[in-house]
C-alpha cells in the first residue's frame, strides 16, 4: 500500500519537476483510506490492460470474486444493459488503479497547480496532515470511469479488447473519424460475435484510428487472416486430416513458403459474401466510375454494332436524361460482376501499402470510405462466423 501511494505522487512530483523554478517541500504524502479502502487497495488485482490512444485506456480488474471495467479518459459514465453497470470510486480503487495503470497527468494541468494544491502538503511540513483525499488527487489525473461487469454479461475481464471496442462504439465521443451511426452498429455488433479467431484488436485500432487510409488498413488485416483459409479449403477437407483448417494453412506457408494469391482470395470472399455487403461495394465502384464518360459507350457498343467513335460523340453531345438510362444499362450488366469488385477493393489497399509510379492513387470521400469499412466488417463477420468451427 505504501508502494501504490509512492508512486501516485512520484507521478505527480515527476510532472512538477519539469518547472526548473518551482520547489516543494519532501515529506511522505498518502491518499486517505478507512478499513473498505484499504481492502481494495491491498486485494484489487489487474487483470489485463488495453492502450488506444495516449489519453485513452482501458483496464479490467478483479476484486472480492467480481470482475470490473475501467475506462480512462471518459468523463461521463454510461450504463451498457446487460453487460456494464457504473460504480462509486472509493480512495483504494483510485490509488490501485493510478498506481498500476499509470494513469496521466491530466491536459491543461500545470506544474505550479500541482505544487499549490498537492505537493505542499505532507507529514513533515504540516503536523495535522492526515492523508489526501481522493476527490481532489483524482482531479489532476486523466478521468477514469470503473464499471461492474454483470454476471450475465456478454463479457469478462479476459475479453478486454472486445469490451473496449463495444465501449467505444456506444460511447464515440472522441472519435475523430466520422462513421456513420449504421457502422459504428456494425462495428458493435463485430465486437460482440464470439469468434476466439476475429482479430478484434486490429478492430479496435480501425475504429480509433485518426486518418481514413489507417482505419481500412487494419480493417483489411483482418481480412488478409482469412486469405489462405478461403484458398486452402476444398484441399483440407479433401485430405482429412486431423488438424484444423487454421493449423493446416500455417503448415503449409511455413514447409512450403506457399503464400494465397491476394486478389484472388479476395474474389473468392466477395463472391460469397452476403448481398448488403458485396450492394455497399458496387456503390463505391460507381463512387469512382461516376465520371468516366467512356465506360457507357463501351457497355452500349457490345449491344449494338454501331462505330464506338460515333457512339461516343453522339453519347458526349446527348442531354442528360438521354446518358443515365446508359449508365442505368451499365450497372445492370455489371451488377453481378463481383471480380470487379474484388479488383477495385485490392486497388484501394494498394493505392495506401504501394507508392511506386505505376500505383493508381485512389480517392474517397468520407461517405465512401465508410461504406467500404462497413463492407468489410460485414464480410469479416459472415466469414469467421462460418469458419470458426474448423479454426478449432
Known sequence: ??????????????????????????????????????????????????????????????????????????KDSIRLSEIITPVDLNAGLVTALISEIEISVRRNISAIQ?????????????????????????????????????????????????????????????????FSETTLLDFEKTFIEDSPHIPYENLLLSLTSVHWKYSFLDIYRCLERLFPIVALDNFHQELNLGISLLEFSEKMENATGWRPIEEHSLRKLIKNSPEDATQLLREIKEFLDKDSKVTPPEKFYKIGERSLKTLEELI??????????????????????????????????NSIVHFRPATEQIELDDENWDKLIRSSLKIIRYWFKKYDSRLE
Open 316 to 349: 458526349e453531345s446527348s442531354p442528360a436524361d438521354a446518358i443515365q438510362p446508359l449508365h442505368e444499362i451499365k450497372e445492370f450488366l455489371d451488377k453481378d460482376s463481383k471480380g470487379d469488385l474484388a479488383k477495385r477493393f485490392y486497388k484501394i489497399r
Open 1 to 74: 500500500m505504501k508502494e501504490a501511494n509512492k508512486r501516485v505522487f512520484s507521478i505527480l512530483t515527476n510532472f512538477a519537476d519539469q518547472a526548473d523554478d518551482l520547489s516543494y517541500p519532501t515529506g511522505i504524502r498518502y491518499i486517505k483510506t478507512n478499513e473498505e479502502d484499504k481492502k481494495w487497495l491491498k486485494n484489487l488485482k489487474i487483470v489485463k490492460r488495453q492502450s488506444v490512444l495516449p489519453t485513452l485506456n482501458f483496464a479490467t480488474i478483479q476484486f472480492d470474486g467480481k470482475e470490473y471495467f475501467v475506462a480512462v479518459g471518459w
Open 114 to 178: 500541482i505544487v499549490d494544491e498537492i505537493l505542499f502538503q505532507c507529514k513533515e511540513s504540516e503536523s495535522d496532515y492526515s492523508g489526501h483525499n481522493f476527490e481532489d488527487i483524482i482531479l489532476f489525473f486523466e478521468p477514469l470511469i470503473v464499471y461492474e461487469i454483470l454476471d450475465d454479461s456478454l463479457f469478462k475481464a479476459d475479453d478486454i479488447t472486445q469490451i473496449s471496442g463495444y465501449y467505444i462504439s456506444k460511447n464515440f465521443e472522441k472519435l475523430s473519424l466520422p
